[in-house]
């Protein structure tokens, strides 16, 4: 399993940027599919998941109604739009997929067995 993020970059407060991630390897329908970030000097933390082809969302309390997760299964590919982000939303942002975690554990970043190498945003004020 192959991870590939992008779609970072620089963006001003208020602003918005969408990520993608394509995973290549298998076929990732029956895979959690998950977005976290890890902000400099702190521990990377649960950003939002798509639950294998259902389409249930998940999303911390910290992005929920400015991020969208999204994927897209024909193309392998999971998206993170981030609208009206703030300069606290300056991180890595790394996708990971896994078939095997259990609901409950979806927010748990030791529930992920592959990850990609991360995309950096950054947000100015």
């Known amino acids: 399993v192959q991870l590939q993020a992008s779609g970072g970059g620089l963006v001003q407060a208020g602003g918005s940027l969408k990520l993608s991630c394509v995973a290549s390897?298998?076929?990732?329908?029956?895979?959690?599919m998950a977005w976290f970030r890890q902000a400099p000097g702190k521990e990377r933390e649960f950003v939002a998941a798509a639950w294998r082809s259902s389409g249930n969302t998940f999303y911390s309390d910290s992005v929920k109604g400015r991020f969208t997760i999204s994927r897209d299964n024909a193309k392998n590919t999971v998206y993170l739009q981030m609208n009206s982000l703030k300069p606290e939303d300056t991180a890595v942002y790394y996708c990971a997929v896994d078939r095997s975690l259990i609901y409950s554990s979806i927010r748990d970043m030791k529930s992920y067995n592959y990850w990609g190498r991360g995309t950096l945003v950054t947000v100015s004020s």
């Open positions: 390897g298998r076929t990732f329908t029956s895979y959690t």
